[in-house]
C-alpha cells in the first residue's frame, strides 16, 4: 500500500467501498443461484427498519445507508 493509498480522503474511501460493493453484488447475482439485487434490497430494508425501531445507530448512519444502498444496488 502506498502513502496515497493511506492518505485518501474520506469520500475517496467511501467511492471505493462502494465500487467494491457494485462489484460484489454483482459477481454474488452472476454465481449464487438463489441471490438477487431484489432480496438484498428487501434485506436491508428489514435490517433498516430494526435499526429504526430499536434506536441502534443515529438518523445520520441511516440516511447514509440508504444513500448508499440506493448507489450501490441502483435501486
Known sequence: MTTTMTTAAA???ISAI???LENLV???EA???DFTIAKLDHW???CTQR???TGSTSP???G???AMQARVLGV
Do not use: P, R, S, V
Request: glycine share 4%; hydrophobic share 65%; aromatic share 8%.
Open 11 to 13: 469520500a475517496d474511501q
Open 18 to 20: 462502494e465500487i467494491f
Open 26 to 28: 454483482i459477481l454474488m
Open 31 to 33: 454465481e449464487c443461484a
Open 44 to 46: 436491508l430494508d428489514l
Open 51 to 53: 435499526m429504526i425501531a
Open 60 to 62: 445520520g448512519t441511516i
Open 64 to 66: 447514509a445507508l440508504w
